[in-house]
Every structure is written in structure tokens, then in C-alpha cells.
Nanobody, 128 residues
Framework: DVQLVESGGGSALAGGSVRLSCAVS????????MGWFRQAPGKEREGVAA???????TYADFVKGRFAISLDNAQNTMFLQMDRLEPEDTAMYYC???????????????????????WGQGTQVTVS
């Protein structure tokens, strides 16, 4: 029932910026976790950033100070502002959502979601 569609990826120069969007539909729970994950070729998927409806955001160490997660007023679009990009940021980026009741916090969601649920099409970010 839940649909998440990523967009906004593309090519960027090192040091540049990209803003990703995740359109969320079919999710009726009011207390939620949402987050961004990525997977580079030949590497495991990893958590990037997450938000929960209690107002907490969590960032992976490798993006702190460079990336910022946000949502629109209706909380049906999630953004990832990616600044000061590095070649190591090259990956397929995915968004995900889950009930806050299950995960408890964005911190837990960022870790646990890696091994749970399904993944959509993603959006490719290439930094060179």
C-alpha cells in the first residue's frame, strides 16, 4: 500500500550539492519514521539520515555537517539536501518509512530498517 518514489539524483562535481526528494503516499500512520539509505556498487546498503515525527533527526557519521533531512508541511515529501559532496557519496539512494511505534526513534530506524522491508527504485547520485 505504501509507495515511496525517489527523485532528484544526477551527476555532481565534488564539493557540489544535490537535493533529493522522496514522495510518500499510502502511509496513514501519524507517528512515523522516514529516512534515506544508500548503496554503492559492490558495497552493502547503509543508513544515511532519518527523521521521526517526534522531531528527532539522526545522521550517519560520514554525512554529519554535510547532509540535511527535511519534510514538507504535509509530511508527504521528504528531502535530503546534500552539500559538499564527495566521490564516496556516489551511490543509489533510497528512501523508506516505518511506524514510530515499531522503531521508537529515528536512530533505531536508521539502523534496523537496513534489514527490514522492501526498497523502491532509488535515485542515482554520481559525484566526480
Amino acid at each position: 500500500d505504501v509507495q515511496l518514489v525517489e527523485s532528484g539524483g544526477g551527476s555532481a562535481l565534488a564539493g557540489g550539492s544535490v537535493r533529493l526528494s522522496c514522495a510518500v503516499s499510502g502511509y496513514t500512520k501519524s507517528r512515523v519514521c522516514m529516512g534515506w539509505f544508500r548503496q554503492a556498487p559492490g558495497k552493502e546498503r547503509e543508513g544515511v539520515a532519518a527523521w521521526d515525527s517526534d522531531g528527532t533527526t539522526t545522521y550517519a557519521d560520514f554525512v554529519k555537517g554535510r547532509f540535511a533531512i527535511s519534510l514538507d508541511n504535509a509530511q508527504n515529501t521528504m528531502f535530503l539536501q546534500m552539500d559538499r559532496l564527495e566521490p564516496e557519496d556516489t551511490a543509489m539512494y533510497y528512501c523508506a518509512a516505518g511506524p514510530l511505534l515499531t522503531y521508537g526513534s529515528s536512530t533505531t530506524f536508521l539502523a534496523r530498517r537496513l534489514t527490514e522491508g522492501n526498497w523502491g527504485q532509488g535515485t542515482q547520485v554520481t559525484v566526480s
